[in-house]
């Protein structure tokens, strides 16, 4: 069996959600093989959950895993320039965000994060809340109507529209279904689903700095998303001085202070692009997987709907009230444990030169895997068990320093994360006290290293609309 499944019905047993089972290197090369697979998380060996550094298996570039938090954090922090983006992410991204503040290093990276640095502003909770709990309002009712229907959904798309709609509204003012925005949301769904950001053929035999092209429905669908944000751009620049204040109007107004120049078109689509993507995708995909295990796991679940219930009643879910909900949190802080979002940071080494005393060579690929280091024995008391408790562990918080990092460490660390947090405990707060989420097939579940850490086929639901209390 190469899934390990065990849905809990005794609370005081932890749960544990689905993975794939560590095997010796050999034979998890036979479990991709024989499976025709391009699932990353199933060749990582059983000595990658326990090693701290050392080599990945064989592959033509070298790859180098790391799972110490120490030289992790000096990697990130990258203070002599020598570990960029590697060639395998840049190409999977770049047809999408350009040479975008994403992919891009060195001195270009400096001058876009100066010009960017004040349309972050707009993603401060204080300032976002209110368009993250209007669009939130918006799908509880769409999902009602879903639930009285008995509709199937698919889990996957339900977070996916949530988080576009969400960050659409902090980027353009403007909802997912208004104008062109619905479209570019479904290319992006072709784009998640089809980019080849793992190659495992390329993975092992590629050069480093190699070009590789994506699959044509790929390429196509970055042409639209990025004609799609042109156009509202475009319409934007139409109404500058008038338009309102948010994420591309920042954007717009940027200039580099030691120049005095803007961004150009293709720039604004770039950078733009990134917006869309990293303020959307990982949380949806973290959500994903929040959901499913709640579904699961009904302890936690109800353990949920008791802190909504103490900490909002009837009354509406405010900004101070979200802030309140610590155990709602921490269940979304331990499923980016078990699930990080981004499952592998790729760099590669410009130079030949150490991580600690290993030797690494230029062109190696350095694998930082959020999903090993967070699940490394050395690191976390049962470390592939669910436990959102873990975080006010005592034992647990030391280790977490340095070895979690579901969004990345030093000068690359993401801006969003307070975002992410808070409108993550919202969706999570205000679906789970409204409804009951029945998963069709759970046992069918597994992880897969795409884009982001998602689940190998869509996770298929129906929801059961909660009874109210009444007086």
Partial sequence: ?????AVCPNPEVAYRPPAPEPLSAIA???????????NLLSLLPAEAYTVKIGRLGWSRRGIVLVNDPAMVMDILKDPQ????????????LEGLVGRSM?????????????????AFSHMRIDRSYASMFEATEDHVRDLKQSAAKREVLS????????TADIVCRAIFSTSLDQGVARSVFEDFLIFERSCASVDLGRLILGKPWESIPQPPAVA?????????????????????????DDIAQALLMARDPETGEGFSREELIDQLGVFFLAGHETTASALTWAFY?????????????????????????????????????????????????????????LKDTTIGHYAVKRGNMIMIAPWSLHRHADLWSNPNHFDPDRFVNEEDKAHAVGAYIPFGLGPRVCVGAAFATLEATLILARLMNTFDFRVLDPDSVRPAARLTTRPEKEIEITL??????TA
């Fill in 28 to 38: 998890s090369l036979l479990r991709v093989i024989a499976r025709g697979e391009r």
């Fill in 102 to 118: 994403f992919v891009s290093h060195g001195e270009v990276w400096k001058r876009q994060r100066r010009m960017i640095d004040p």
């Fill in 464 to 469: 059961t609309e909660l009874a109210r209390k």
């Fill in 293 to 349: 295990i709640l579904s699961q796991h009904p302890h936690a679940a109800k353990r949920m709907r008791q802190e909504y219930e103490s900490v909002v009643g009837e009354g509406e879910l405010t900004l101070e009230k979200a802030k309140r909900l610590s155990y709602t949190r921490n269940v979304f802080r331990e499923s980016m444990r078990l699930y990080p979002p981004i499952t592998f940071i790729p760099r590669v080494a």
């Fill in 81 to 92: 320039h020598i570990f960029p983006k590697n060639d395998l992410m840049v190409s999977a």
């Fill in 155 to 162: 889990l996957d798309k339900v977070m996916s529209r949530l």
């Fill in 1 to 5: 069996m190469n899934t390990v499944l």
């Fill in 220 to 244: 196509a669908a970055c042409e639209r998303i990025r004609s799609h944000i042109g156009v509202m751009l475009d319409e934007r620049k139409e109404r500058l001085e008038t338009g309102p």
